[in-house]
T-cell receptor
Framework: AQSVTQLDSHVSVSEGTPVLLRCNYS??????LFWYVQHPNKGLQLLLK??????LVKGINGFEAEFKKSETSFHLTKPSAHMSDAAEYFC??????????????FGTGTRLLVSP | DGGITQSPKYLFRKEGQNVTLSCEQN?????MYWYRQDPGQGLRLIYY???????QKGDIAEGYSVSREKKESFPLTVTSAQKNPTAFYLC???????????????FGDGTRLSIL
């Protein structure tokens, strides 16, 4: 079975400093992994995805994530935080059933706080 | 403008009342999903549909019902049997059923349901 653990419920950074949001996954086969961002009272927006191509994945708004199979990790990073990055971030693993149904398994989220 | 439209944005339910949340998409995606989001938790799957006139229960289907009469529409009814309906409800779509787990899901902006 697939599962996702986001190691921090809250992360606080200052504007201009690096961001690290940690995610560990469990999967019985080679997974597809995603990071989504959610602003208050909004839906989820895809930041980036890993689908067994390059292990370093670049996304929108300067975010990137590295897939490390040996560590079963998919941490999200950004070199320099911006005030607009303050939001909730979800790490997600995709499970795939024989019927072709794609099920997403969500982490519990990490709230990123950015101070001036 | 392509996308997913959820309405209303805010909804209030009285005791013993059924309410219906709308989800419409013009992305021509085959698969549609309903999720429930509670504070501090990831998204949980309520129902999903891969094709018209077919849908399946997710992990927390009790107290909810759906229909899929058109490819573009996947309304969710929260029935009076759902004793704790207060939550943020998100609709999502996936391009083509059966293509595997690679593609991300696309999300609407959600409906917030509260009890009066």
């Amino acid at each position: 079975a697939q599962s996702v653990t986001q190691l921090d419920s809250h992360v606080s950074v200052s504007e201009g400093t690096p961001v690290l949001l940690r995610c560990n996954y469990s999967s019985s086969y080679s997974p597809s992994l995603f990071w989504y961002v959610q602003h208050p009272n909004k839906g989820l927006q895809l930041l980036l995805k890993y689908t067994s191509a390059a292990t370093l994945v670049k996304g929108i708004n300067g975010f990137e994530a590295e897939f490390k199979k040996s560590e079963t990790s998919f941490h999200l990073t950004k070199p320099s935080a911006h005030m607009s990055d303050a939001a909730e971030y979800f790490c997600v693993v995709s499970a795939y059933r024989d019927t072709g149904f794609q099920k997403l398994v969500f982490g519990t989220g990490t709230r990123l706080l950015v101070s001036p | 403008d392509g996308g997913i439209t959820q309405s209303p944005k805010y909804l209030f339910r009285k005791e013993g009342q059924n309410v219906t949340l709308s989800c419409e998409q013009n992305l021509n995606h085959d698969a549609m999903y309903w999720y429930r989001q509670d504070p501090g938790q990831g998204l949980r799957l309520i129902y999903y549909s891969q094709i018209v006139n077919d849908f399946q229960k997710g992990d927390i289907a009790e107290g909810y019902s759906v229909s899929r009469e058109k490819k573009e529409s996947f309304p969710l009814t929260v029935t009076s049997a759902q004793k704790n309906p207060t939550a943020f409800y998100l609709c999502a779509t996936h391009p083509v059923a059966g293509t595997g787990p690679e593609g991300p899901q696309h999300f609407g902006d959600g409906t917030r349901l509260s009890i009066l």
